[in-house]
């Protein structure tokens, strides 16, 4: 059975970090892009980052660039989000979802990918 699982979120004061993790099984991440989105109460889904669906580049939305890092380990088939100097605005529930093959920019932003995770939530407090 082809899965993602999403682990780390939790409650964090305004200025921490988490480390969210996207852990996948039934399938490698050699054939699939990978990307994490969120949705805050009240409001649509959002994408946040994604390992290469920027011409072969990480992409990270505006409002996370320069705070959020996205990386993969292979050997351990789970995809990595840190997140730091965390807002209350990024207060959301995190998905990670997969792609197969190459993942364009706009497939991402439009959530066309094929796996998703079943979320984790993250609560930043001010």
């Known amino acids: 059975e082809v899965q993602l699982v999403e682990s780390g979120g939790g409650l964090v004061q305004a200025g921490g970090s988490l480390r969210l993790s996207c852990a996948a099984s039934?399938?490698?991440?050699?054939?699939?892009?990978i990307g994490w989105f969120r949705q805050a109460p009240g409001k649509g889904r959002e994408g946040v980052s994604c390992?290469?669906?920027?011409?072969?580049?990480?992409y990270y939305t505006d409002s996370v660039k320069g705070r959020f890092t996205i990386s993969s380990d292979n050997a351990k088939n789970t995809v990595y989000l840190q997140m730091d100097s965390l807002k209350p605005e990024d207060t959301a529930v995190y998905y990670c979802?997969?792609?197969?093959?190459?993942?364009?920019?706009?497939?991402?932003?439009?959530?066309?990918?094929?796996?998703w995770g079943q979320g984790t939530l993250v609560t930043v407090s001010s």
């Open positions: 390992l290469s669906c920027s011409d072969g580049s990480p």
């Open positions: 979802a997969a792609a197969w093959g190459a993942l364009s920019y706009s497939d991402f932003i439009r959530g066309y990918l094929e796996v």
């Open positions: 039934g399938f490698t991440f050699d054939d699939y892009d």
